[in-house]
């Protein structure tokens, strides 16, 4: 893809990394135990002496919320700024015997981005992250101060992120049933699914009841919906690439369940699409399309990305859990896919998240995939 003043402009944003001063905080809820409080008050702390500003109520301009909610009636938090990221945090009574299935439902409940299940036991309690990939992992060490430091280190990312989540519709596309590389992107999501790494977003039929799922899906605006997003260039100034919350093994409306990427504008942090004027409500493009820019401009090599929640051994992995669609984790992948032996063919792993594959084309990377991608993906503090 061309050079454009938006790549110069993410180079400029990836040279300036968010300084804690520019990432305030909030915390909304109180703790029931004294467990709980002197977790809170530590990690308040914590923030506090690494720069982060406190709101007393979280506002558009707050980065992170520390949402704390009930175990017996959990509740969501309500994002005034859909920048503004919520760790979703719950007192345990105790240690369940399956972690996953006790935490992730109050992860989803709390409308989080991450979970803190705080399990009881000593001075302070055992924290467990719970991640919106149906991970979990332990941290927490036994001196007061180490133990703080760690917990802050999984929660800074959020904090310090710069989230690509809006689109600019220009409405210039011809109404067409699509092309070539359309049609190639539709199959190419029907055969994620027959390989099982579609897995759907919240799959809690074995952990909620029937009325508490309706609830979450309404919440969630989700349904027949999956994980993981696809692209394949069209020229060397766009890409048609999946929407989100769309199902990828049904891919059939151009500017809803497909979309065409054009350009990225640095300043307002806005994916350009170009749609059918036929479509009045265009949908959104996956969240991921930031990631799908950066290594098309920088490799023009490649012709086709696939991300999957899926794993491969032996990946080179990125190091630190940013959230998906940002600018950081984008960088992170990018960089990674330019130190690759062949940057055109690279499987590139973000932690505790899944698989960036590039190609040349679709075809190549099922060929390198099929038969060799886990649909589980490990999970690491």
């Not at 060490?141 to 600019?168: G, K, M, Q, T, W």
């Not at 190639?184 to 952990?207: M, V």
């Amino acid at each position: 893809m061309s050079d454009s003043a938006g790549l110069a402009r993410v180079d400029e944003m990836i040279r300036t990394p968010v300084a804690p001063d520019q990432a305030p905080f909030a915390i909304h809820g109180a703790p029931m135990t004294e467990g709980g409080r002197r977790f809170i008050a530590g990690l308040r702390q914590r923030m506090l002496a690494a720069g982060h500003p406190e709101h007393d109520v979280a506002t558009d301009q707050t980065s992170v919320v520390l949402h704390i909610t009930s175990h017996e009636d959990p509740r969501p938090f309500r994002r005034g700024n859909a920048g503004t990221f919520v760790i979703g945090i719950v007192e345990a009574p105790d240690r369940p015997s399956d972690l996953l299935a006790a935490a992730y439902p109050y992860l989803v409940r709390a409308l989080a981005n991450l979970g803190l299940y705080l399990l009881p036991g000593g001075d302070l309690p055992t924290p467990v992250f719970v991640t919106l990939e149906q991970g979990v992992y332990e941290v927490g060490a036994e001196d007061e101060d180490a133990y703080f430091s760690e917990v802050y280190d999984h929660v800074a990312p959020l904090a310090l992120s710069r989230l690509v989540i809006a689109n600019e519709f220009v409405h210039d596309l011809p109404d067409e049933q699509g092309d070539l590389f359309t049609r190639r992107l539709a199959d190419a999501g029907r055969r994620l699914d027959q390989l099982g790494l579609l897995p759907a977003p919240f799959p809690l039929e074995g952990i909620l009841g029937p009325r508490e799922l309706r609830h979450v899906k309404m919440l969630f605006s989700v349904g027949g919906l999956s994980y993981g997003n696809l692209s394949v260039r069209r020229d060397d100034s766009s890409f048609w690439m999946s929407g989100s919350g769309v199902d990828k093994s049904a891919m059939t409306v151009i500017g809803r369940d497909i979309l065409l990427v054009t350009d990225f504008d640095a300043d307002a942090r806005s994916m350009t699409l170009s749609v059918p004027p036929s479509v009045e409500r265009p949908g959104r493009v996956s969240v991921d399309a930031i990631e799908h820019w950066m290594i098309y401009h920088r490799h023009p090599e490649v012709g086709a990305i696939v991300h999957a929640h899926a794993w491969m051994p032996d990946v080179p992995t990125t190091q630190i859990n940013y959230p998906c669609g940002t600018v950081e984790l984008a960088s992170a992948v990018a960089d990674l896919v330019t130190i690759a032996p062949e940057p055109g063919r690279a499987v590139i792993g973000q932690k505790n998240h899944g698989l960036t594959i590039t190609g040349p084309d679709l075809d190549d990377i099922f060929e390198r995939i099929e038969g060799s991608a886990e649909p589980r993906v490990p999970m690491a503090a």
